[in-house]
């Protein structure tokens, strides 16, 4: 056993190494979603190759039953299962909420707050604002911002993607004609319609090729700000469309926008803040707040049961994948 040990170290050795460039490559990313993905999926890799070893080494059974894989494994594919199944519920309850709850304007809920009466959870409408404001890849002056940078495509499709980029204000907040409350958000509860802008593609996000294509200057090329506009002609222009010799290359930009001013609800709970007239919107137990922009509610609502219907059926198929496994173990 010492042995097998003492050959499994290199193995050991390589993984924690991978694991450990994997952990400076994110710290040197931009702002991305879910960046401990890659190095859970790293210390499952290892985990997993671990115990394929340890099954097939002589005597492995002194130090790790099979019973003992099998019931580790059914209790993994539990507890995903259960968290499938509370994203499910989280969207089902806001879906629900939009779908079921007049949106309240902002003064009149304060007002009522003021008054001793708790306007407890609901849909808040008013207009998005925030302090700091960013720009988007597609040269839009904005709050938030999550957008996938492609290449042109022909027929409108989407092409290979370039570039993912996001950034999000420190805070925002729900304005109303008197008043003002700051949101509790996480990423993933910005709700925003998706649209497709031109932009300049990064220097080394686009093939060496893309340099070498000389184009004609095409009618939609010479909007400010960077970014073009297409014209009818050009609806649907190829990956070399549009640019000059020596200009960057354009890419398009799938972009999911915020901007001070938008018309904006909120699904949570409006509270008191910490210092006299704050005001905070937030979700239950101290969670983020659903913030949907623009009107659509009802499409939106749609778009969360939908989604809470799928991680139902997930966490489904692997509760009956848990009780095979444990079956046998039991």
Partial sequence: MELWRMAL?????????????????????????????????????????????LEHVQGAGAVLASETVVKALGSVLLVLAAGLALRGGWARSRANVL??????????????????????????????????????????ACVFFDAEVREVAADGRRGALLSR????????????????????????????????????????????????????????????????????ADAHPGPAAAWSPGAEPEALSWERVGTVGESCLVV?????????????????????????LGPQAPVTSGTLARRAWRHFAAAGVLSMAAAVVLSRAL
């Fill in 9 to 53: 170290a290199p193995v050991y050795a390589a993984c924690l190494l991978g694991l450990l460039v994997a952990a400076f490559a994110f710290g040197r990313k931009d702002v991305a979603g879910r960046p401990y993905r890659v190095p859970l999926l790293w210390f499952g890799a290892l985990a997993v190759v671990s115990l394929l070893v």
């Fill in 268 to 292: 949570g709970e409006l509270r008191r803040g910490p210092v006299e007239g704050c005001y905070v919107l937030g979700g239950r137990e101290g969670g983020p707040a659903l913030v949907v």
């Fill in 99 to 140: 779908r079921g709850s007049a949106p309240v304007p902002l003064d009149e809920a304060v007002a009522d707050l003021r008054a001793g009466h708790s306007p407890g959870w609901g849909v808040y409408h008013g207009v998005l604002d925030a302090e700091a404001t960013l720009t988007s890849p597609g040269g839009v």
């Fill in 165 to 232: 980029e996001r950034a999000y204000a420190p805070v925002l907040a729900l304005r109303g004609q008197r008043v003002r409350a700051t949101v509790s958000f996480s990423p993933a509860s910005l709700m925003a319609p998706v649209e497709v802008r031109r932009c300049k593609a990064l220097p080394g996000t686009v093939p060496a090729s893309w340099y070498q294509t000389a184009q004609p200057e095409g009618p939609g090329a010479a909007a400010p700000g960077g970014m073009s506009v297409p014209s009818t």
